[in-house]
């Protein structure tokens, strides 16, 4: 059993240096650990799975096998950005699984919240199982663990992860990044090399837009919901607000509302403008975002989204409110 404590002198890994070591003593370990075998990872696109992917490559190249399961609920240039710098930068071994049609059809008419993420992350697991079926001499399984995850939930991943593996799918696992806290990860991404945008990623649930389009998931609201996230994201940048704002995204709820264009009455879904501060996820504060950031987000949602007639922005702290709206 490998330590799963971080010893109470290790120091902060704050520096590139201190990145590029940590790096180094990982690689040799990974390498002695897994010899000439192959190893399984679901790469998520998340910062955690993106950087034991980078570090894997660097380890043990072509013996990493990567599967990104496209579940049809990332935000918009997810999947690609994955392919893009794994496939296309990295040279990786990566097998990409649009599985986008059979979750949405599984989640038609489910609308009790709870019961949306046990489909999500149910159906994670059987496609992800489906594809490690098909693969030959796979040993170990990689996962991108952090120290948090330990603390938290004995070592269980909270999200995304493919700890529920039906037993026939047994491996060894590898978990390079189990000793270090969210910060030293970022830390080790960008000593990897990799794109700022991956590496400083704000927090994204494993269920995906799945818990931001409200009620039982149509295909029309989530196409307006990934538009308007991807909006708001775009103007949260151009106003250098990315990074200073802890977690934002768009809800679309499940009702509609009046509205008038071109002169004709219209029908359509509210968008739902979230975003919080917060240290640890428990309790939340709004921010007082700048006016015209308000306005530019809801000008361009009301002219490029279809089906959309309202923007809102929702000012509740937690308590009361979660971050999230289911
Ligand atoms: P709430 O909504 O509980 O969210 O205030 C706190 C933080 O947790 C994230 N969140 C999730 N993450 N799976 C996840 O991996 C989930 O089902 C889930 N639900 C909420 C949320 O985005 C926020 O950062």
């Given at each position: 059993?490998?330590?799963?404590?971080?010893?109470?002198?290790?120091?902060?890994?704050?520096?590139?240096?201190?990145?590029?070591?940590?790096?180094?003593?990982?690689?040799a370990q990974?390498?002695?650990?897994?010899?000439?075998?192959?190893?399984?990872?679901?790469?998520?696109?998340?910062?955690?799975?993106?950087?034991?992917?980078?570090?894997?490559?660097?380890?043990?190249?072509?013996?990493?096998?990567?599967?990104?399961?496209?579940?049809?609920?990332?935000?918009?240039?997810?999947?690609?950005?994955?392919?893009?710098?794994?496939?296309?930068?990295?040279?990786?071994?990566?097998?990409?699984?649009?599985?986008?049609?059979?979750?949405?059809?599984?989640?038609?008419?489910?609308?009790?919240?709870?019961?949306?993420?046990?489909?999500?992350?149910?159906?994670?697991?059987?496609?992800?199982?489906?594809?490690?079926?098909?693969?030959?001499?796979?040993?170990?399984?990689?996962?991108?663990?952090?120290?948090?995850?330990?603390?938290?939930?004995?070592?269980?991943?909270?999200?995304?992860?493919?700890?529920?593996?039906?037993?026939?799918?047994?491996?060894?696992?590898?978990?390079?990044?189990?000793?270090?806290?969210?910060?030293?990860?970022?830390?080790?991404?960008?000593?990897?090399?990799?794109?700022?945008?991956?590496?400083?990623?704000?927090?994204?649930?494993?269920?995906?837009?799945?818990?931001?389009?409200?009620?039982?998931?149509?295909?029309?609201?989530?196409?307006?919901?990934?538009?308007?996230?991807?909006?708001?994201?775009?103007?949260?940048?151009?106003?250098?607000?990315?990074?200073?704002?802890?977690q934002y995204?768009?809800?679309?709820?499940?009702?509609?509302?009046?509205?008038?264009?071109?002169?004709?009455?219209?029908?359509?879904?509210?968008?739902?403008?979230?975003?919080?501060?917060?240290?640890?996820?428990?309790?939340?504060?709004?921010?007082?975002?700048?006016?015209?950031?308000?306005?530019a987000i809801?000008?361009?949602?009301?002219?490029?989204?279809?089906?959309?007639?309202?923007?809102?922005?929702?000012?509740?702290?937690?308590?009361?409110?979660?971050?999230?709206?289911?």
């Amino acid at each position: 059993m490998e330590n799963n404590t971080r010893p109470a002198d290790m120091r902060r890994i704050n520096t590139p240096q201190l990145a590029e070591s940590f790096l180094s003593e990982q690689v040799a370990q990974v390498r002695q650990q897994v010899g000439d075998k192959k190893v399984l990872l679901a790469l998520s696109g998340g910062v955690d799975s993106s950087v034991v992917a980078a570090l894997l490559i660097r380890a043990i190249g072509k013996q990493l096998v990567c599967v990104h399961v496209n579940h049809g609920l990332m935000r918009k240039g997810e999947s690609e950005q994955v392919i893009e710098v794994f496939k296309n930068q990295l040279d990786a071994n990566l097998i990409y699984v649009d599985a986008s049609d059979r979750f949405l059809d599984l989640l038609a008419g489910v609308d009790e919240p709870e019961q949306k993420r046990k489909i999500i992350g149910g159906e994670f697991i059987q496609v992800f199982a489906e594809e490690a079926r098909k693969l030959e001499g796979i040993t170990f399984l990689a996962q991108g663990t952090i120290y948090p995850d330990i603390l938290e939930s004995d070592g269980v991943k909270a999200h995304h992860n493919v700890g529920g593996l039906p037993e026939d799918l047994e491996f060894q696992l590898v978990e390079p990044l189990r000793l270090l806290y969210k910060d030293e990860v970022r830390e080790v991404g960008r000593a990897l090399g990799l794109p700022a945008s991956m590496v400083e990623r704000q927090p994204f649930p494993g269920p995906g837009l799945g818990v931001r389009c409200l009620g039982a998931i149509t295909r029309d609201r989530l196409a307006a919901l990934r538009e308007s996230d991807a909006i708001l994201r775009e103007e949260f940048d151009k106003a250098g607000l990315a990074g200073q704002v802890w977690q934002y995204f768009t809800v679309v709820p499940d009702f509609r509302s009046t509205g008038v264009r071109d002169g004709k009455r219209a029908y359509d879904w509210p968008v739902i403008i979230r975003a919080v501060n917060t240290v640890d996820a428990m309790t939340a504060t709004v921010p007082e975002l700048p006016w015209a950031v308000l306005q530019a987000i809801t000008g361009r949602v009301l002219a490029e989204v279809p089906g959309v007639c309202r923007v809102l922005y929702d000012l509740t702290p937690k308590p009361v409110g979660t971050i999230e709206w289911e």
